[in-house]
């Protein structure tokens, strides 16, 4: 069987398409229509990666009460919001709660099935990473690719897949400025602009919550992001 997905959507005959979709693409693909079944299922199994609605059936933000819950069980599992909302304040939101991804209903497949696998190829290029690329230790930082671990000053950040990526891409050139175009490009990301900024905010105060005085990620105007050297 392929890597196995798990789609969390109330509506039936969305649900069942997206299901219908993945399968033919070769995906092993799990369904749930309520939050309570999917978080059943996931406490004794995990996916391999999840795409949530927001809205699950009498629960108008029970996708964000699951993609919180899911990180608690799990810092590394690529999860991807798919809903009808398309607000600023919604998708800022599904960011901070650790999503790795937000789309909006009117995605084409094709695009659903891209940013699905981009998820996976990250997954995929830590797995093979070289001994040079498996820990990188600047100063207080240590990063283990193969663990999908990030520490500072000893303490781990619980860092998502997305955030393991940008602060690795950074933290690899220390003092290089990388635009948002190279962090999206190095880390494998397919978002726009704001979704750079609203992960990079997130990584700041994962660092913050261990690190009063972090200033190590440094935003330089109208380039980019730079990790200090």
Known sequence: MGRRIAIVEDEEAIRANYAEALARQGYDVSAYGD???ALAAFRNRLPELAVIDIGLGDEPEGGFTLC???RALSTRLPIIFLSARDSDFDIVSGLRLGADDYLTKDVSLPHLLARIA?????????????PDDEIVARGALR????RLAAEWRGHPLGLTLTEFW???TLARTPGHVKSRDQLMQDARLV???GTITSHIKRIRRKFSAVDSDFDQIESVYGMGYRWRA
């Open 35 to 37: 939050r309570a079944s």
């Open 68 to 70: 919180a819950e899911l």
């Open 118 to 130: 981009a998820l996976f190829r990250r997954i995929d290029a830590l797995a093979a990473s070289g």
């Open 143 to 146: 990063l283990d690719a193969m």
């Open 166 to 168: 940008m602060v690795h």
């Open 191 to 193: 978002v726009d602009d």
